[in-house]
């Protein structure tokens, strides 16, 4: 089986031009067929190459669940670290050398169950990280548990009645906290969602992004969608434009996921504001990669 | 040259802290930790260094070990409630390598417990308190000057262990103040960055002692750092028994096989003992005193303090059991060293606990009367 | 003035052990590391000072304890102290049993009624010195929050355990910037009381 996948993956790589930038002993990938996180790493790669960044120069960080294995077969530093946990590292490792440019990997219940909290203050202080959140409405590495964005009365192997819980709206939430840079879209809009990866990747802050992605294998088959492309085409015909959402009323909304780019305010940077302090006590920048010094 | 200074132990470990080389703390207010911080968040910005408040523990512990892979020495400090909060990733760092330093000022305990008062109740959350097997670093001053030579010891063992290393303190050696003097020359361990190719590197090379080179994020390593069972490579292998088996044991012999390195203990008055009383920390202040008492009473008594905890000085317990009558460990909990001490010294000695809970020191008087209860 | 000299069984150790009880607000843990601070690193004697303060930020318990010796200080806490300062009545209340026989008890009486542990007073043979440090602070100096400093000046005198100069250079390195002259002032009534 998997030496078959591995063969595909090795037949389509002049079909697919990312293929470089994986870690190519790690191939084939843990993720399901038909899974919405393979579309999400193209997506990101898109967008990284439109925004003229190298992927050598990119650290990638990451919690626990299928979207967080993300970084695991990307070519460069990446940091695989606790669950819901990655923000707080990704902080640490931003303020200790602001050179480098981090790319948060997440899921719903790695950023807003477990680790809501540290979603909110990162966006409270702005410090400059990319948040790709890749939201799937389910828990789907533990096979298939209700989570913080499921829909209500959603099906889930701990919500066999249905969701009785209102899930998040997390585009609200990180711009209520003060992300100034938001944006949403579906697995069903890949060029779109490039564009708005370049635009996170480009804002001086805190930029998140989700990626409202199928699950085939637990929300689908729980939820009658059992196929990714009758996941993918639900999104398509449920999704609708920010600027057209803005003249509808809230019950026409309702069930419909609302893509585009939210906000884009830039203000100042918190590890920007580290520097400054060192500037300003010590003369200097802060200090880089000094443990192989001091 | 060395500077004389009057001043609070909490103060002289963020002073040792930043002697050390310390250039990142991530933390969280709590009492009767956070002088730390607040001297930190004072005096990081004067050397370069940053400081950042965290929304909680597990955060700022997050932190530190992002830092740490950043190419920066870092630490949090803590205490108690924080500690516990701090323990999946503490795991994290093991076997993940990450050099790091966390400071635990001891309160009363369990939960919320006495936040002003001292206890010594984090000792085996120290060695256990996160899951799986490990071997973690472990050490606690018992004065204001060794709290400060004790954080510097800390980051080196930390960096060149590449361990978290823990510095369990009190909140009577963390609040009180007493003179201490600075060497002006202070000797650091710098971490090691490999010298070979990133092609061919691998930065969790299964080698028989010692410690593997440690490349920093951006330093074009392309290094994956995983919390799951990982191979040479740092690629995830959670299926293969021998992959878990290698590392798992590698990371815990590269602390016992250099036991003789990490460990440091104090003796006095053992030669001729009958009886030697065990503690640590702020506990050994009055079994010192008890000592003192007892030897000029004519009491054949020794005291024997631990300054590294963990890894626990096997060796050296055994050795000072075999020619005395009694041991009495001394400690602020119901009895947790003591259970250690028990195993080394099987039937060598009586062991006895000294336990004083309630967030104020043993009285020396009552040390020395449990003394007079063995004679 | 007799200052009882505590005897340790090895050698012919002293220490000194001196506890101020007070309200948080008042620099009453200033006050002990300023004492401890002099004989440490001005008095080249050893010193240990140590508080302890309740979980509020104003107006709580708050106590600190100084143990002063020529020779190195292994126990870290005053026992019974040779000399309890109290600047509330609460703290009266609180610590003088702990006081030693022939023991020095500084109060303000403003702040402290000592008539209700009279019997304990002259059982124990402690010698008192009443010292309205608080009303001396806002009078001459002007300012109440240096009531602390004056009973520091009291405290020098009556116990003759450090040398003046030693407090002041301890006063100077220790209050904050710009306020030394008050300090010092505020020290010197309080040693002139006596």
Known sequence: MAEEKKQNFITNEEKNPYIKYFR????????????????????????????????????????????????????????????????????????????????????????????????????????????????????????????PTSPEGSLATTAPYGSIDTPFNLIKLVISAGATFAGRWTTAHPLQLSKTIKNGLLNDGFSFIEVVSQCPTYYGRKNKLKTPTSMIKMFKENSINKRRAENMSEKDLLGKIIVGEFVNNPREEFSEKIESLSIKESGKNTIRKSAYKI | MTTELFIQGNEACAMGAIKAGCRFFGGYPITPSTEIAEYLSTNLPKVSGSFVQMEDEISAIGSVIGASWAGIKSMTATSGPGFSLMQENIGFAMISETPLVIVDVQRGSPSTGQPTMVGQGDMMQARWGSHGDYEPIAISPSSVQEFFDFTLEGFNLAEKYRVPVVILADEIVGHMREKISLQNKIETFKRVMPKEDPKTFLPFKNIETGTNPMPSFGDGYNVHVTGLTHNELGYPSTMNPEDHSNLVKRLVNKILKNRKDIISCEFKYCDDADIILISYGASARSTMEAVKIGRSAGIKIGYFKMNTIWPFPEDEIDKISKNVNDLIVVEMNLGQMVHEVERIVKDNARIHLFSEIGGTLPKPEDILNKVRELL | MVVKIYKYCVGVKMIKEIRIGGFGGQGVILSGIIMGKAAALFDNKNSIQTQSYGPEARGGASKTEVLISDEEITYPKVKNPDILVVMSHESLLKYYKDLKEEGILISDPDLVHLDVISDFIDKNKIKVYEANVTKIAKEDIGLEIVANMVMVGVITKITNILSVNSVKKAIIDTVPKGTEDKNIAAFESGYNIF
């Not at chain 1, 002993?25 to 038909?34: A, E, K, M, Q």
């Not at chain 1, 990704?90 to 169950?113: E, R």
Request: some cysteine; hydrophobic content about 35%; aromatic content about 4%.
């Open chain 1, 24 to 147: 190519r002993d790690r191939l084939p990938t843990i993720f399901c067929s038909g899974c919405g996180i393979g579309i999400t790493i193209n997506s990101f790669l898109k967008g990284l190459e439109s925004a003229e960044m190298n992927l050598n120069n990119i650290s990638l960080v990451s919690g626990i669940g299928c979207s967080s294995r993300v970084p695991g077969y990307l070519k460069c530093d990446s940091l695989h670290t606790t669950h819901g946990r990655a923000i707080s590292f990704a902080t640490g490792l931003k303020i200790g050398n602001p050179d480098l440019n981090i790319v948060v990997f997440t899921g719903d219940g790695d950023a807003s169950a477990i680790g809501g909290n540290h979603l909110i203050h990162a966006a409270r202080r702005n410090i400059n990280l990319t948040v790709i959140c890749i939201n799937n409405n389910i828990y789907g590495m533990t096979g298939g548990q209700v989570s």
